[in-house]
């Protein structure tokens, strides 16, 4: 299977799409001004302690404030909070953590009230980026993640990852973590440090220490509200997580932002710096890599299963319901039930697919088609989670019920992606009454020839939709060539599937667009 991730820059972030076998399997959007990432450490306010909830409300300056739940506390929560203290006062240097002495643990059947008060200043980190109506979730007990492992302040645990079965490796990786772990600093060891030497493993833990000195040396000056410690932005903590030996190319069509990537991955994963391009095509990446056509097709209300059929995704505020449908294709079995069984199996791949693509979280229903026999439900369930297997987010599958229906949770860090793919007809702005299509090319033609001789222009680019771009590009003497002999300047035509059929765009030599 190959792993190819292609990196589109745009004007306000960037794009990231995740192909295997050249098929969509994940999309982000990276937006620059987006704040309160999971992952990031703020110097918080409590505003308000809530009893009733045990919980507090704290200031991290979002327009709502943020959630911190008794639970999220962390056990060492009075030892983050003298060592801040310290900070803060500058009786303490907080770059390492080196004869700190730690406070006990509290309790964990206590209050709220009991730890914090209102106006208290606590570092907290984001667990749940804003989502809907709410604010962010939080957490006292801080971790920051690398590449092979977690550091986790103020323990002295060390833990492994589950997905590691091997007892033998267990243990050695046990023993090289302790052998290098400092004081006060818990680990978590994640999957994919399986195999790895010691030397690689320091590496990724002293760049987690330095990142922590760092954040403690800002702590000092920052007032409440700001960030201290920030997560990488979303592609280099996508490369982070999952960028292994399958991966056979990152692609980025941006100069700046590829070499911040292909620095990043020299940190990382030296070996696979080499797989790193810079894009330089004509089209734009996501056209020549296909996948703006799939977005228009992965992100609908109705999607097609690649053994016919097609899912219905709806969503509402409290779920996501998932029906399946076996439609008019799949007749290629011999009877009902075994109909049903391959749409159901041909489905759940599907299903998987667009839970990461579209990040939905919190309760998913699927109706799946009804079967009788429990071999065959045994099947489906089985089915789903082998498909569910490389979701990174924390997800529980439920068999199905006696409804035939199939629930699933997972968990929802960040909002629900969602792509518009119903287009407003660009001629009529959604009234409903077009002028005639036909036309469209006379006023192109129009244009043209305002830009090519009122405007002088030495170099113009057309962005078209497909359909517009085959009728002035195909055929021996095609209109292109019409006009570079009426012109005699050559004219580009691009194709572009994220455009509505009759919309069109001018482009100048220095990639502006030419309003008129």
Aim: with cysteine; net charge positive.
């Amino acid at each position: 299977m190959s792993n190819e991730l292609i990196i589109n820059s745009t004007q306000n972030g960037c794009r990231i799409a995740l192909l295997k076998d050249k098929k969509l399997s994940e999309f982000h959007q990276d937006d620059d001004g987006h704040q309160f990432n999971v992952g990031d450490i703020y110097l918080g306010q409590v505003k308000k302690v809530v009893p009733g909830l045990n919980a507090a409300f704290v200031d991290i300056g979002y327009e709502k404030d943020a959630f911190l739940h008794y639970l999220d506390l962390g056990p060492q929560l009075q030892s983050l909070n003298k060592c801040t203290k310290q900070i803060l006062s500058g009786k303490m240097a907080g770059k390492n953590l080196n004869g700190f002495k730690r406070l006990p643990d509290i309790n964990k059947l206590g209050k709220m009230n009991q730890v914090l008060s209102k106006n208290q200043r606590v570092l907290v980190q984001v667990v749940k980026e804003p989502i809907s109506t709410k604010g962010p979730r939080l957490s006292s007990e801080l971790s920051i993640a690398g590449r092979y492992i977690v550091l986790v302040p103020f323990s002295d645990s060390v833990s492994v990852s589950k997905k590691i079965a091997d007892s033998a490796e267990r243990k050695r990786l046990l023993r090289l973590i302790n052998s290098i772990r400092p004081e006060n600093f818990g680990i978590i060891i994640r999957t994919v440090a399986q195999g790895k030497d010691v030397a690689e493993l320091d590496r990724d833990l002293t760049s987690l220490v330095d990142k922590w000195s760092k954040g403690m040396e800002k702590l000092k000056k920052v007032k409440p509200n700001e960030k201290v410690i920030g997560e990488m932005n979303r592609a280099n903590s996508i490369l982070r997580d999952v960028l292994n030996e399958s991966f056979d190319s990152i692609v980025v069509d941006e100069k700046a932002l590829y070499h911040d990537v292909r620095d990043f991955i020299r940190e990382i994963a030296p070996d696979k710096e080499k797989i790193t391009k810079l894009y330089n095509g004509k089209a734009k990446i996501f056209e020549a890599y296909g996948i703006e056509k799939q977005l228009k097709g992965l992100f609908g209300q109705s999607v097609s299963i690649d053994g016919g059929g097609y899912l219905i995704i709806e969503h509402t505020e409290a779920l996501h319901v998932i029906d399946v449908n076996s439609g008019n294709k799949s007749n290629a079995e011999d009877n009902q039930e075994s109909t049903a069984l391959k749409v159901n199996l041909d489905a759940a791949k599907e299903i998987a697919r667009q839970l990461r693509l579209r990040d939905m979280g919190g309760i998913i229903v699927i109706d799946f088609i009804d079967m009788r026999k429990i071999e065959n439900k045994k099947a489906l369930f089985s089915k789903m989670k082998d498909e569910m297997k490389t979701d990174r987010s924390k997800y529980t599958i439920l068999p199905l019920s006696k409804f035939g229906l199939m629930q699933i949770t997972r968990q929802r860090v960040r909002p629900e992606l969602n792509i518009k793919t119903r287009e407003v007809c660009p001629s009529c702005n959604g009234t409903g009454k077009v002028t005639a299509s036909i036309l469209v090319t006379d006023q192109i033609e129009k244009d043209v020839e305002h830009i090519m001789t009122k405007q002088n222009e030495k170099k113009l680019t057309i962005s078209l939709h497909p359909y517009l771009y085959a009728y002035y590009t195909k055929g021996l003497f095609s209109r292109q060539w019409k006009w570079y002999f009426k012109y005699k300047r050559w004219i580009n035509v691009v194709e572009d599937s994220s455009m509505a059929i009759l919309e069109y765009n001018f482009i100048n030599s220095l990639g502006e667009e030419i309003a008129l």
